[in-house]
């Protein structure tokens, strides 16, 4: 006779002491709810560190998608290790997960502190991207099993039960952390602050839930550490706290050469100002005692210097509209106002719409004594009319309210957009861009657009091209010499001006319509001398430099990289 099996106890299997119940101030009840109001913070914090890293590496480096995809691949990773690692820690998790809220907090709390320090002083940020998404992926990844166990701890129940009751509070945590970061720790507190003041709410949930909830596990040793060793996070996030505005300004000395004249953080991006702070006319070039010439850097990225803007506005514009009808003029960015400067230099021009995504640039342009004069007040011009919004945005609304059978309402369509490489900007270098500006194009009208340097980065230039032709329009590639702009500003040793170095190179362009014979050479008694003397030779330069076969970008799969 086979004797009946016995059932097997409800109770998960573990060492005595992990399975012992907890000796707390308060009942069962309203002490699970306290580990699980821990859960929730914690998730919280953890998920804005993650949000930090990825914020402030695409904005050090700007590639958003590759930055993206290292934070989370290595944290993610880091977590299963950091599940693996914290069995060891079940028999004393109390101890354990007070030390591990303790390290989480004062890493994830400099961390980007940290990494802003070694892109401004070293001009590299990526090996230590890594190595912060490895330290937090493996203290996040530790936390849930050690929470496990002390909610059991608290009150035994089965474990689906227990499991559903930690990750409810674990994913709603994650809710609120990921909208905090955007909307209220980003705009309020900054990146810096923020990523310090998360840390600090960190430890104190941390902290209190050990030294509180379980404090009658903790022999009088463990207990005096722990709390020593939140004492000192506290007060080197706090002490931190208050190095946050020196340590900007310093960073920027590193990263811009001088201190920076302008920094506005405004919705969309950072604007930094350097040099050109003299207010007579000239003064965009610089003089003695405004700080150099004026240099305009977005997200850290040279954007505009008043060394050499004047010949890439003038490749730009004039090919553009010295060619064919020029009455109606849309400028896409260009927020400013140099675009526009050239723009209106030809006195048939009689409207001028400017779609600028983020108002904080053309505020500058319009206020900034040294910007104002170097763009010559080009935005207060009563033909020049601001639009903020996307530009892809904008040319679709446009594109709607013109209709099906619209013959087109701008004779000239001028884009000076980011670099195609950036994420962001890919979709303004798509086929679907391209065919809404075809449709507001009108007949014998022009489209200039701003493409990669064509020498250093030929297929780029060369898909942006292909991408053009996809839409139905012809094109003419051309390019002038000059230094590029768009790069990363970098640190110079030993003082220097701190802008991206002038490399050897051109910029490139294509001139694109809906005819080829619209893009006929423009009469050189219409183009300025400088780009009379290039535009010829930068047009041959190119014409037996294509490459073919390149398949043109979309929004669904773009070919920028």
Known sequence: MIDPQEPAPTAAYGPPEVMRPARLPVRSGPGRLLVLAAVFVC???????ELELVALASYLTGDSVTQSSVVLSVMVFAMGLGALLAKRLRCRAAVGFGAIEAGLALVGGCSAMALYACF???????????????????????EVPLLMTLIQRVRQQDAGGAVADLFAADYVGALVGGLAFPFLLLPVLGQLTGALATGTV???????????????????????????VNALVLVLLGV?????????????????????RVVVQTGVQEVVMTGGAAREAGAGHGRKGSGGPLALYLDGRLEVSADNEDRYHRALVHPALAGGPHGRVVVLGGGDGLAVREVLRHRAVRSVTVVELDPGVSDLARTDPGLSVLNRHALDDPRVRIVTADAFDWLRAASARCGRRCRGPYDVIVSDLPD????????????????????LLAPGGRLAVHAAPPEARPRVFWTVEATLRSAGLATVPYEAP??????SARPVRGGGSGRAAPGVGYWGFILAGHRARDLDPAPASRLPSAV???????????????????????LMHPRYG
């Not at 190095?243 to 300004?249: D, G, I, Y």
């Not at 195609?420 to 500006?437: D, I």
């Open 202 to 228: 960190n430890a104190v949930a941390g902290g209190a839930l050990v030294l509180w909830l379980f404090r009658r596990d903790l022999t009088q040793r463990a207990r005096r550490r722990l709390l020593a």
């Open 532 to 554: 009379r003397a290039t535009l010829p030779g930068g047009v041959r330069a190119l014409s037996g430099a294509r490459i073919d076969g390149l398949p043109p970008s979309t």
């Open 120 to 142: 401004a002083w070293f001009g590299q940020s990526r090996s230590v991207l890594v190595g912060f998404s490895l330290v937090i992926g493996v203290l996040i990844g530790a």
């Open 420 to 439: 195609p490489r950036m994420t962001a900007g890919t979709k303004l270098y798509s086929q679907e861009f391209y065919g809404l500006v075809a449709r």
């Open 482 to 487: 000059g230094r590029r702009g768009g790069e």
């Open 43 to 49: 998730a919280a914090c953890g998920l804005v560190y």
């Open 240 to 260: 931190a706290v208050l190095l946050v505005t020196p340590f900007e300004r310093a960073a920027r000395h590193a990263v811009y050469g001088s201190a920076a």
